[in-house]
């Protein structure tokens, strides 16, 4: 080990946003340490296995949200898992893409999706509601919840289930 950095997480950074910022992070500490290593100015340091982690490549299985999750954690997985694999919902059968979600500000029961006084919809969780702010239904692009759900037929939409 060369050198090393930290840097905090934001509160609303995805994990495509803190990958990008940790490339630019670690190509700036290339420029800094490089040329102190090839003059023999620096030398490494062995790595402490105790210390070294792995994570395994994230699946769409893991990126499912549940009705069963508080707000906090539904919030965070939709940031984690922006752009891959993409947190998702099912949604009457099918998996709907959560690109971007805030706090709720209508009460409903969980798995249940009311829309607010804006139209945009709200998605009951155990502990409170979360707004649907931008979704990717199967096979369409990115669009505002508001039009996603002014789109879905039926008068019932069921969150949770199988794809």
């Known amino acids: 080990v060369l050198a090393r950095v930290e840097t905090p997480i934001g509160p609303e950074e ?7 910022r940790l490339a630019h992070l670690g190509a700036e500490m290339v420029d800094d ?13 062995p790595q402490i296995g105790s210390a070294a982690t792995h994570a395994a490549r994230l699946t769409k299985g893991e990126a499912q949200l549940h009705p069963e999750l508080s707000v906090a954690a539904f919030l965070r997985a939709v940031r984690a898992y922006n752009p891959r694999p993409g947190a998702w919902l099912s949604v009457n059968g099918e998996r709907v893409k959560v690109h971007i979600a805030g706090e ?8 249940l999706i009311i829309p ?9 969780l155990a ?6 702010v ?13 039009d ?4 879905i037929r039926g008068d019932t939409i069921s969150v949770g289930g199988p794809v």
Do not use: Y
């Open 14 to 20: 995805t994990g495509g946003s803190l990958t990008a």
């Open 33 to 45: 340490v490089l040329p102190s290593f090839l003059h023999g100015e620096l030398r490494g340091a």
């Open 104 to 111: 709720g500000v209508v009460a409903a029961e969980p798995g």
């Open 116 to 124: 607010d006084a804006d139209g945009r919809p709200n998605l009951g």
């Open 127 to 132: 502990d409170g509601s979360i707004a649907l």
């Open 134 to 146: 931008s979704v990717q239904p199967p096979g369409k692009r990115i669009m505002c919840a508001e």
């Open 148 to 151: 996603w759900l002014r789109g």
